[in-house]
């Protein structure tokens, strides 16, 4: 990450970015065929942190999250290699801290990936000299490395091993802790604004940065997955958690005014069907979320790469590509066959279904609907953007995402190697039975909240456009957004850092010039708007 030269622009054809995140895709392949493997960091340097030591861990449930982080890694670097080092070093940032929390073998090395994260989170915020967000990203990234220092201290004295044998003996109130962290890793809504990074900045540093957050943070979540069932909390919050943070992020999206306001929310809501699917217990819907996860990686990268590439590309074939790959990558995220996310999609709806919790899908089926209109939109307006030439080889970095979502929409077993990884179950003959065609009334049930909210969705494109021209969506948008919540929350702490700051210059002082400050003070209270 440290080759980025501030205002230096790659060259057209700098393979260095890619040749970065190639090396650690052919490192975890070569690891993963030695099988689970320790390594210990800075052995020469005893830290002496409540007795542990920095150490990493990669086993057959890590290398997914691996591979997936490489090939993002890859394709997106590849498709924006002419974009300036402003734009990229953030997302640098945020993507080698969320591979470093992967291969995490012990809270301590969480910790220390946690920091390289929020580096590039309080990175962004200087880069747009954004007072409000930078204060809001000192305190969640600061909550979130005093919880994991706390839990470094709590399993002080354990050998490294895996993060989920680690999480096997903590109380209740440790796992709740620990998913925590990992909810404001991923950006989950009410802490969306955690896993943003710069929304400013151009489509593919966007979508490295978002879509690693969010891998790092299901990627903890997907190892106490085991520790935490049974427990109240898995049953009943995280369906209801899921089903508000759905509809939320569908909403949010009708206010958002550009694709990269767009893109943020769309993640969000992927990770959103992903925790109602993880609030069943139950191999199928490990399974299932496992499915949603990979079709988040897949048709999210391949839509927002996609859209930063296709109106800079020369050929008429070429442009074809990247518009099919689009529009595969649109109807794979609101669950439309024949995709990796209908199969996701259809099993979700045919376990609730089954399990008869009606209820628990609705709010899915409805933001789907909503999705639709600001996905158009993103989809119409790729070519009014101002032309930016990008080099073939972006094709490439396209292609590298998209290749895997084609197979996946020809054949979704192609996906069971992975499911296995992810779930330690064989996947094949449960994907066998749940995609398989059910009885006419349930297949009738399943198509209808699959069809019908996408065909809403369409008929309410004009609303939308109509809504979006008039404005009358940015007071729904700043609600939704919470920015009215986190720009009070940030004027607060900012008002209580010079509150204490003076008060203890009034107490060394003891003096008239004590008293002086403590009016001042009074003064920028009153003034103080930011």
Known sequence: MLFLGEGNRYRPRDPLPALIAGTVFATALLLQERGPTQIELLPWWDIGLFGSQPAIWI????????????????????????????????????????????????????????????LGLVGASLLTWNSRSLVYRLAAGGVGAVALLLLTKETAGAPPADVQTMLAGLSLRWLVAFFAVGALRMGLYPLHLAGFGRTDAALAPLVLGRLASALAGLYLWFRGLEAIHG??????YLIVWGGVAVLVSALATWGARSARAIFPWLVGFELSVIVVALGFAGPHFSMLASLEMVNLLLAGGVLGLSLHTIHGVEGRWTRRWIRGLSLLSLASLLGLPPTPGFAARWGLYRSVIEAGSWAAILPVAVATGLLVPPLLTMIRTEGQWPPR?????????????????????????????????????????????????????????????????????????????????????????????????????????????????????????????????????LVVLMMLRR
């Open 59 to 118: 086993d057959q449930f890590a290398s997914p999250f691996v591979f997936g982080l490489a090939l993002l890694g890859i394709a997106a670097t590849t498709v924006g290699a002419r974009l300036s080092s402003r734009n990229w070093a953030t997302a640098l940032l945020l993507w080698g801290g969320a591979l470093y929390m992967v291969i995490s073998a012990n809270p301590l090395t969480l910790l220390l990936s946690w920091i390289v994260c929020e």
């Open 231 to 236: 427990s109240p909390l898995h049953i009943d």
């Open 389 to 521: 030439w990008q080099p073939n080889h972006a094709v490439v970095g396209v292609t590298v995402l998209g290749l895997p979502l084609a197979l996946a929409s020809a054949q979704p077993l192609l996906l069971t190697p992975v499911l296995d990884l992810l779930t330690g179950a064989k996947s094949y003959s449960a994907m066998i039975h749940l995609v398989r065609a059910a009885s006419p009334q349930m297949s009738l049930k399943i198509m209808t909240l699959i069809i019908v909210p996408t065909l809403a969705g369409y008929s309410l494109d004009r609303v939308y456009d109509r809504w979006h021209k008039d404005a009358q969506l940015d007071e729904l948008w700043s609600v939704l957004s919470l920015d009215w919540l986190y720009a009070l929350l940030a004027s607060t702490v900012l008002r209580a850092a010079i509150a204490v700051s003076l008060l203890l210059a009034f107490l060394e002082l003891g003096s008239t010039l004590g008293w002086a400050l403590i009016a001042g003070l």
